[in-house]
């Protein structure tokens, strides 16, 4: 019988190898993403003390309201990214590391990147 993978066991499964190599500190904290079928989501984590210091997303009502219907498409991540950006400059910081979420850097995940960066985040 045809066994097919599980998608979402694999991408844990390079989620928490990709973790192992990368942490999130206070001056350098972790910009972490996550795509579902419908929206994206984006959060800036401090490792060191296990703390979420901010987030953006589809959901959120100022991203939210600059789109016009779907949100789950390259346009929504990258108003995501930009609003993620401006957020983190707004609070001082400059410098990220990046966690795909052991997604590809493709699409969705690349457009939410490239606006970040283009808002003035280094990574």
Do not use: W
């Amino acid at each position: 019988m045809f066994h097919r993978p599980d998608r979402r066991v694999a991408r844990l499964r390079r989620h928490v190898r990709l973790r192992k190599k990368i942490s999130g500190t206070t001056e350098r904290p972790r910009l972490s993403v996550f795509r579902s079928l419908n929206h994206i989501y984006a959060q800036l984590i401090d490792d060191s003390n296990g703390t979420t210091i901010m987030t953006a997303s589809t959901v959120d009502p100022e991203v939210k309201s600059k789109l016009k219907g779907k949100c789950g498409n390259i346009n929504a991540a990258k108003a995501v990214g930009n609003a993620i950006g401006q957020k983190a400059i707004a609070k001082g910081i400059k410098q990220v590391v990046f966690d795909r979420g052991g997604q590809i850097y493709h699409g969705r995940v690349k457009a939410l990147a490239e606006a970040a960066r283009e808002s003035g985040l280094e990574f």
